[in-house]
Structures are given as structure tokens and as C-alpha cells.
């Protein structure tokens, strides 16, 4: 997979083409929050530091039928600007002779944002001429967009793919991305616990599969938890469930031996905006539905936490956005920060919603890596790479 960095590319006067990840939340037009951006910052001033003239791609939420005004990229160039104190050029899209002529204006260390990729349905469709088109604004073609690393869109596959023969290199996000997970994946330091939470076993059967084989213990939380209750014959209540999948729950629970980790005991309640909760051991009342892992289970998980040296957490262990059923989440996530501070382990969180648990409780700080793409990182839990940076220097 890719090695070089643009710190090993000369920028200087070249045209810097950098796919990025702006897709913040946007209410009204105002950012509501900016961190996509300002994990960005390293890599853009790296190159305009140096006299690149940078280029900068993105996509902002789903579109449906081209432009639409609420996802315009333009708010996202206002605020880069101010963290960057200087000018950032907007164009009104992301090719053509408008953007064409924008980039050929460019003196050194310039700063251009083009409108949101996603206006054209041949991004996602990653279409050979729009690919051709995004190429032509680059000598030098970056990567540091991690949270779309997965996908083969134009902007992440074609456009590189149409510019061979220049240099395509990643930036430091993603470099920081790879270091952590690849480390997770094929040297990790043991004990290695991974913590999967979260709804559906459906949407991460692979990743399980590949951790069980890599990783010393995985827990389980979540409503994922339900169904392999169900594949052990217990009675679950009105617990959410994937009913297709209790077969493929039991072959894992078989394959795993002791290596897997259930609840031992369950916070159940009458329906997701209850306030009065009950805890219960093994079987959940019919009329009753479980939202989170319970206090002994927090105390089970927090001990194979505490010896571990490496833990990959992905998945949120109850409804943690609900007052009555947080514990669980909170619990795991101070257990990973005490990890990490307390005996020095390697701690990373898989994004999306445990990302945002983390964040929330203020510990994003005290754990070694908060990854920057919730699906990225489990595909690449699951398969080590990505095709889009293989084809990259």
C-alpha cells in the first residue's frame, strides 16, 4: 500500500490535487463542527508552506439530483480560511473552464476549494471522464481523505489512476491512520482486546471473523449482543434483533470457543425513551427490551480492558445517546483512556459512533488514535487495505 508522503514530493510552484474530507454538519450554513477540517490543517500547510499551490476536493452529505444549496462546500472554504488567516478560493464546481481558469491563476501557496464533488453523479459512479477531468488540476495528486479511503469514487481512484506516471503520495491524516490500525492488524502488542458494539452483526460478520483470529478476547455490546443470545437459545424479549442472522451467530459463537465476551447481565426498560430501568441476569422479560450493558458486565469488560496492550474499539455498547442506558459506553470508554494512560496500551477507536461517544465524554485526548472514518476503519479491520491508496507511490 502507498508509503510516500507528500513531505517526500517537491510542491513548490506544482499544482497540489488533494482529496480531503469536509463533509462536516451544517446548520443554516454554519459549521457545527470542525474537526474534519482541523485534521486537514497538517497536510495543507505542509504544502503551501512550501510553496505548492493547492487544490482541494471534497464531497458534503447526499445529494440527490445535482446542486443543492445546503450542501454547497462554501462555508467550508469561509472557515478554512480563517484557520488558515489567508484567502481560499471558491469555485462554483468542481470542473470546467470556470475551475479550469481559477487553478491556472494560482501563485504560490494559493488555496482553491472546489464545490462539492457529489453535484456530480459520476464521482460516485467514478466515471473515466469526470475522473480525467478532476486529473487535469494536478501535477501532484494526495490522498488524506481517510473516512472515503474505502470507496472507488472518481476523486479517490480515477482521478489518481489518470494521473500515473506523476506522483501521487498520501497526506499525514492518512499516514496516521495506517499506522495505528495496520499496527492493530499485523503486529498488535498483547494482550489484544477488541470491544465491537453497535446494532448489527450483519454489518460487521467480517470484521469479527478477521479479529477473532488476530485478537486475544472480543467483546461484545450492543444490540448485536441480542442475537447471539438468541443463537444460545436465551429469551431476549422485545430486544432488538437480526432474525436472519442467529445461524450465523452461532457458528461464530462455536468458532471463538471462550475468546468471544457476552453480557452477563443486560439494562432493560419498557421502550427506547423510558426512564424507569431494571437490570436482569440471563433472561429479559418478554414485554421488556435490553438498551445496555449492565454493571456487571461493565466490571467483566473493564478487567480485560485493564490488561491489555493493544484494544480497537468500535460500537457503542447501549443507546449511550439516552441518559439511562450511557453507563455502559462511558464505562468502556474511560476503561480504554485508563489503558492508555495507566499502562501505556495502544489505544484505538473505530469513528463513527464510538468516536462521538468518546468526544463526548472528553476523552479523545486520552486515548492513542480516534479514527476519522467509522466505515473506512472497519473495512480495513477486515481486509488490511484499501484499492485506492494500493495504486498510490
Known amino acids: 500500500m502507498a508509503s510516500k508522503t507528500v513531505a517526500d514530493v517537491d510542491v513548490k510552484g506544482k499544482k497540489v490535487l488533494m482529496r480531503v474530507d469536509f463533509n462536516v454538519p451544517l446548520e443554516g450554513g454554519a459549521i457545527q463542527d470542525d474537526r474534519r477540517i482541523a485534521q486537514a490543517i497538517p497536510t495543507i500547510k505542509n504544502v503551501i508552506d512550501r510553496g505548492g499551490r493547492l487544490v482541494l476536493m471534497s464531497h458534503l452529505g447526499r445529494p440527490k439530483a445535482g446542486p443543492e444549496a445546503k450542501f454547497s462546500l462554501k462555508p467550508c472554504a469561509d472557515h478554512l480560511s480563517k484557520l488558515l488567516n489567508k484567502p481560499v478560493t471558491f469555485t462554483s464546481d468542481c470542473i470546467g473552464a470556470e475551475v479550469e481558469a481559477a487553478v491556472a491563476a494560482m501563485k504560490d501557496g494559493d488555496v482553491v476549494l472546489l464545490e462539492n464533488l457529489r453535484f456530480h453523479k459520476e464521482e460516485e459512479k467514478n466515471d473515466p471522464n469526470f475522473a480525467k477531468q478532476l486529473a487535469k488540476l494536478g501535477d501532484v495528486y494526495v490522498n488524506d481523505a481517510f473516512g472515503t479511503a474505502h470507496r472507488e469514487h472518481a476523486s479517490t481512484f480515477g482521478a489518481a489512476q489518470a494521473m500515473q506516471g506523476k506522483p501521487r503520495v498520501i497526506g499525514f491524516l492518512i499516514q496516521k491512520e495506517l499506522k495505528f490500525l495496520g499496527g492493530a492488524v499485523s503486529e498488535p502488542a498483547r494482550p489484544f482486546v477488541a470491544i465491537m458494539g453497535g446494532a448489527k452483526v450483519s454489518d ?130 474511560e476503561a480504554v483512556a485508563s489503558a492508555t494512560q495507566g499502562s501505556g496500551a495502544v489505544t484505538i477507536i473505530g469513528g463513527g459512533d464510538s468516536a462521538a461517544a468518546i468526544e463526548e465524554l472528553g476523552l479523545s485526548e486520552k486515548v492513542s488514535h480516534v479514527s476519522t472514518g467509522g466505515g473506512a476503519s472497519l473495512e480495513f479491520l477486515e481486509n488490511g487495505h484499501f484499492s485506492t491508496l494500493d495504486i498510490l507511490d
Open 204 to 333: 460487521k460478520i467480517a470484521v469479527i471473523e478477521n479479529l477473532l483470529a488476530k485478537a486475544d478476547s472480543l467483546l461484545i455490546g450492543g444490540a448485536m449482543a441480542y442475537t447471539f443470545f438468541l443463537a444460545q437459545g436465551k429469551t431476549i424479549g422485545k430486544s432488538l434483533v437480526e432474525a436472519d442472522k442467529v445461524d450465523l451467530a452461532a457458528r461464530l459463537l462455536e468458532k471463538a470457543g471462550t475468546k468471544l465476551k457476552l453480557p452477563v447481565d443486560t439494562v432493560v426498560a419498557d421502550g427506547f425513551d423510558s426512564t424507569e430501568v431494571t437490570v436482569v441476569e440471563g433472561k429479559i422479560p418478554e414485554d421488556k427490551s435490553g438498551f445496555d450493558i449492565g454493571p456487571k458486565t461493565r466490571e467483566l469488560y473493564k478487567a480485560e480492558i485493564a490488561k491489555a496492550k493493544t484494544i480497537i474499539w468500535n460500537g457503542p455498547m447501549g443507546v449511550f445517546e439516552k441518559k439511562p442506558f450511557a453507563a455502559g459506553t462511558a464505562a468502556i470508554a
